[in-house]
């Protein structure tokens, strides 16, 4: 049978009955302030429990071999049109990836970085196989020259204008100067410009005339664009272009697409010149309206020291470095993987570890002025970045939180001799920084708890009986009573 008395001798609280204990107001003073400074610790512990404790350490670069690292970038260059623009990757190991453009867009702009159109589409770029005819015969001028006192004058006379702006010092322009002369020598025979009139081939010296090739928006020489009555603009869903010529370059090709431009525009009305309804087989590419370009995107490299260029690029052009300007505004250059919203969440939460070095070229513009000493520069740009991984510990695991890359900026201006570019430079750390968070588990928050609890209440109560005893002896020493 259960015997409750034995029971009851294991109790650790044993009750004294009311009527034995005393009241006394230090101890109600002391219980008081016990009990706001048990509260305090309670919320230092709470607070301390649901802060993250981390440990932070540097070790080896933890990605596996085949890992590439991707960079997310948004450029504006308000001097480099993106008929030229090219986005070139190499690296240590030899890989050289030229004009790429899958992951690349382009979009016209002006020289307030405004975008002028919808993203700019080249079209298909043709291979040029005939560059021009190789005669060692001398030619005559069969094409006219234009300065910027006439050009106007005679791209309002004839519907179909189609002009070749060039430089004396240029390869490609002294290849397809013969073929250029002798089919404007054809066209004028078959279509006399006093009598026909629809069409007349001319051509622009850009050593000369270097206003009239700059008010055209002509990067790359030779050029060749098409004029009807007065303008080269041509109404691309909404987005006006240059019309160019990109087709071959022999005289029999020149001839048969100066034939196909004619051909719609009849002899008596030279009204339908207004319009393109020339055979579409015709190879033209539309040139940007504005000599800006705004591109953005991304690429993947790998993880070794390499460069990611912008520059003017064509293989049937050449350039003239002291025209080429890559002044450019930096909206975003970020290495890593493109961070979701709950990234985005982590990276706020986790700022303080992780630092704002994530995008630190953004916002920042490197412009150079038009001027002699202004020209053939190349800004280069030097990133040194590191990896930073956050991970935190569950159940004797470890999962990642966040992945991002922090890097350091230098840039500087340089002279070239060669054609001018955009260059950065990145070089990854084999090292990263870890950041592991330490999660504190629930029973070392209770354990915590309890000691707080009971710590405060048992000093407490020795407090009091100093306190009373204390009280005690001064009373009896102030009635004179011996101890």
Known sequence: ?????????????????????????????LSIVAAFFMMFLFGMELGD????????????????????????FNLSFPALSCEFASVDVSDVLGTNRLNITKTIRKFSIDRNLVVTGSEYHPGH?????????VSDEE????????????????????????ANFFAPWCYWSNRLKPSWEKAAKIIRERYDPEMDGRILLAKVDCTVEADLCRRHHIQGYPSIRIFRKGTDLKDNHGHHDHESYYGERDTDSL?????????????????????DKSNKTLTKRPAPLTSGCRIEGFVRVKKVPGNLVISARSKSHSFDPSQINVSHYVSQFSFGRRLSSDMLYQIKRLAPLTGDGHDKLA?????????ESNTDITIEHYLQLVKTEVVTK????????????????????????????????FEPSPMQVLVTEVPKSFSH?????????????????ILDSILHNTIRLIKKVELGKHI
Not at 447 to 452: D, F, G, M, R, V
């Open 1 to 29: 049978m259960f015997n409750s008395s034995k029971f009851k001798s294991v109790d650790f609280y044993r009750k004294i009955p009311r009527d034995l204990t005393e009241a006394s107001l230090s101890g109600a003073g």
């Open 49 to 72: 429990y649901m802060t993250v404790s981390t440990t932070t350490s540097v070790v080896v670069d933890r990605s596996t071999d085949s890992e590439f690292l991707r960079i997310d």
């Open 125 to 133: 770029i043709p291979h040029i196989n005939n560059i021009g005819d």
């Open 139 to 162: 030619f005559s001028d069969g094409s006219v020259s234009l300065t910027s006192s006439n050009f106007d004058a005679y791209s309002h006379q004839y519907p179909i204008l189609v």
């Open 255 to 275: 001839v048969v697409a100066m034939e196909t431009l004619v051909a719609p525009i009849k002899k008596e009305s030279e009204t339908l010149a207004l319009e």
């Open 363 to 371: 916002g920042k513009s490197y412009i150079t002025h038009d001027g």
């Open 394 to 425: 569950r159940a004797s695991r470890e999962l990642k939180l966040l992945e991002e890359y922090e890097y350091t900026a230098h840039s500087s201006l340089v002279h070239s001799t060669h054609i001018p570019v955009a260059k950065f430079h």
């Open 445 to 461: 928050f209770i354990t915590n708890l309890c000691a707080i609890i009971g710590g405060v209440f048992t000093v407490a109560g």
